[in-house]
């Protein structure tokens, strides 16, 4: 089972635009978190939002979270070439948050 | 520096094999995971350990083993019961005991029946 879905599933931006990449999941969560992959490799922990914050900021990163909607939204501003990647949204399924369930991904890719 | 080691990069497995993937952390986690990835997909859980001796299935644990008699060490089987075994590994590790902390992953072992 998939507790959170990204849109879009690809999404390519001229280097320099910002890119926004949106989450949404179906149950309670304690907290909710982002993560890279670039192609054929493992994946890179962005950035965590407990449920009780509503906006993060790390470096080019903005992360928001809308409990009442159930999602979330990933900011990159000024993208780079080094962005092109697939981004994770990944949530917690049980209030022990025990393990956490990934999204599809959204497929980044920036042109130079 | 800490890390998460898997091998090998590269696995072929012929048709009725079983296969062992190698996991190893120095981060002192305690809380271990599986995931399998395939082309264009996102992760599905196979199985996760939060202490030694003991786990738990994930969502597609039919056709896997596993075991954790080190904290460092969480092998991967592949059996011959695993009917489509191609795809991407990766494992991952995090402190159980900070809440909300983040997933140090692998750089993933790659199967191909052959």
């Known amino acids: 089972s998939q507790q959170g879905e990204e849109d879009p599933q690809a999404l390519s931006i001229q280097e320099g635009e910002n890119a926004t990449m949106n989450c949404s999941y179906k149950?309670?969560?304690?907290?909710l978190q982002w993560y890279r992959q670039n192609s054929g490799r493992g994946l890179v922990h962005l950035i965590l939002?407990?449920?009780?914050?509503r906006e993060k900021h790390s470096g080019r990163l903005r992360v928001t979270l809308d409990t009442s909607k159930k999602s979330s939204s990933l900011l990159i501003t000024a993208s780079r070439a080094a962005d092109t990647a697939s981004y994770f949204c990944?949530?917690?399924?049980?209030?022990?948050?025990?393990?956490?369930?990934f999204g599809s991904g959204t497929r980044l890719s920036i042109r130079p | 520096d800490g890390g998460i080691t898997q091998s090998p990069k590269y696995l072929f497995r012929k048709e009725g094999q079983n296969v062992t993937l190698s996991c190893e952390q120095n981060?002192?986690?305690?809380?271990m995971y599986w995931y399998r990835q395939d082309p264009g997909q996102g992760l599905r859980l196979i199985y996760y350990?939060?202490?030694?001796?003991?786990?738990q299935k994930g969502d597609i644990a039919e056709g896997y083993s596993v075991s954790r008699e080190k904290k460092e060490s969480f092998p991967l089987t592949v059996t011959s019961a695993q009917k489509n075994p191609t795809a991407f590994y990766l494992c991952?590790?995090?402190?159980?005991?900070?809440?909300?902390?983040?997933?140090?992953f692998g750089s993933g072992t790659r199967l191909t029946v052959v």
């Open positions: 991952a590790s995090t402190n159980k005991g900070q809440v909300g902390y983040g997933y140090t």
């Open positions: 149950t309670s969560i304690n907290n």
């Open positions: 990944a949530t917690d399924a049980y209030s022990s948050a025990s393990k956490i369930i």
């Open positions: 350990s939060q202490i030694v001796n003991d786990f």
């Open positions: 981060l002192n986690h305690d809380a």
């Open positions: 939002i407990r449920s009780n914050e």
